[in-house]
């Protein structure tokens, strides 16, 4: 099938094939043209969009940096120098122009002498319970922070009639007390965690790629996973409550699952604010 340039673009954003297969040997080792290929698209497409989705994430920050109140919040970000943040998520995080991306840019503009380094350990699709595997990477970093942006994915449910989302809303309690005392009990870090947003139903369900596999949410499902966040007892970034739906209308992109640049640069500047007060 012949991918339009629209489909061609989110290919890029929402797939990293070298992050899924990061646990295999040879994963160090996958070029640009080989991802590529995996994805089905020309390896000098790639490589542009690539390089388009990473400008874009240095230009949101350059944005929000034009901005003396998000300055201000950047000095006040509870880092002290050479601290280690991992941010750890799924597609919304692991996107080339993601939030973790922009942070990065920020920090590293504001306060560059701080040697402060942000860690992108996100993998599309993933869930709570794919998170409990993964989160041994991060514990081996020697994190001073992590940021928990996972969870959209276990409200996600398959077929047009489901029964049950990808993981039920109790077990997602449960992971994430999980994976809050592994942090708490194997390293020095402290967790903020970063609620899912809302989607769009109707624009997910029709989806050209999502549709094909199936792919549903509810948001009702998706407050399950802001609920269980809240409870933790850790500071929380309310990303469900804080994004109301004519807010999603324009910072999600035409599936009505992911972040557009200015969805990503909404998220870091909320991301932000909240940890500034802290």
Same mark, same amino acid.
């Given at each position: 099938?012949?991918?339009?340039?629209?489909?061609?673009?989110?290919?890029v954003?929402?797939?990293?094939?070298?992050?899924?297969?990061?646990?295999?040997?040879?994963?160090?080792?996958?070029?640009?043209?080989?991802?590529?290929?995996?994805?089905?698209?020309?390896?000098?497409?790639?490589?542009?969009?690539?390089?388009?989705? =990473?400008? &874009?994430?240095?230009?949101?920050?350059?944005? /929000?940096?034009?901005? !003396? @109140?998000?300055c201000?919040?950047?000095?006040? $970000?509870?880092?002290?120098?050479n601290?280690?943040?991992?941010?750890?998520?799924d597609?919304?995080?692991?996107?080339?122009?993601?939030?973790?991306?922009?942070?990065?840019?920020?920090?590293?503009?504001?306060?560059?002498?701080?040697?402060?380094?942000?860690?992108?350990?996100?993998?599309?699709?993933?869930?709570? =319970?794919? &998170?409990?595997?993964?989160?041994?990477?991060? /514990?081996?970093?020697? !994190? @001073?922070?992590?940021?928990?942006?996972?969870? $959209?994915?276990?409200?996600?449910?398959?077929?047009?009639?489901p029964?049950?989302?990808?993981?039920?809303?109790?077990?997602?309690?449960?992971?994430?007390?999980?994976?809050?005392?592994?942090?708490?009990?194997?390293?020095?870090?402290?967790?903020?965690?970063?609620?899912?947003?809302?989607?769009?139903e109707?624009?997910?369900?029709?989806?050209?790629?999502?549709?094909?596999?199936?792919?549903?949410?509810?948001?009702?499902?998706?407050?399950?996973?802001?609920?269980?966040?809240?409870?933790?007892?850790?500071?929380?970034?309310?990303?469900f409550?804080?994004?109301?739906?004519?807010?999603?209308?324009?910072?999600?992109?035409?599936?009505?699952?992911?972040?557009?640049?200015?969805?990503?640069?909404?998220?870091?500047?909320?991301?932000?604010?909240?940890?500034s007060?802290?």
């Open positions: 099938m012949k991918m339009s340039n629209e489909q061609m673009h989110w290919m954003k929402v797939f990293q094939p070298e992050r899924t297969v990061a646990s295999l040997p040879g994963a160090v080792s996958l070029t640009q043209q080989a991802r590529a290929a995996l994805l089905g698209l020309d390896p000098d497409y790639y490589s542009t969009e690539l390089a388009k989705l =990473t400008a &874009g994430a240095k230009t949101s920050a350059r944005m /929000l940096l034009t901005e !003396p @109140d998000v201000a919040m950047i000095d006040r $970000l509870p880092l002290r120098k601290a280690r943040v991992f941010a750890f998520g597609s919304r995080t692991s996107d080339p122009q993601s939030w973790a991306v922009i942070l990065q840019e920020l920090i590293l503009v504001r306060r560059p002498s701080d040697n402060i380094s942000v860690v992108a350990s996100a993998v599309s699709g993933d869930t709570t =319970t794919h &998170g409990l595997v993964r989160i041994s990477e991060v /514990l081996a970093g020697s !994190p @001073d922070w992590v940021l928990f942006f996972l969870g $959209l994915n276990d409200a996600r449910t398959q077929g047009t009639e029964t049950k989302t990808i993981v039920h809303h109790e077990e997602t309690a449960r992971n994430l007390i999980e994976l809050r005392s592994r942090v708490m009990s194997e390293t020095e870090a402290r967790c903020l965690w970063i609620t899912p947003a809302a989607v769009n109707s624009q997910v369900a029709r989806h050209w790629a999502l549709s094909h596999f199936g792919v549903r949410f509810r948001n009702e499902d998706i407050a399950q996973v802001a609920r269980a966040m809240r409870s933790l007892g850790d500071p929380v970034v309310d990303l409550q804080g994004l109301d739906a004519s807010s999603l209308n324009e910072l999600l992109m035409e599936d009505g699952l992911h972040f557009t640049q200015a969805g990503q640069q909404r998220v870091a500047l909320e991301i932000v604010r909240s940890w007060e802290l």
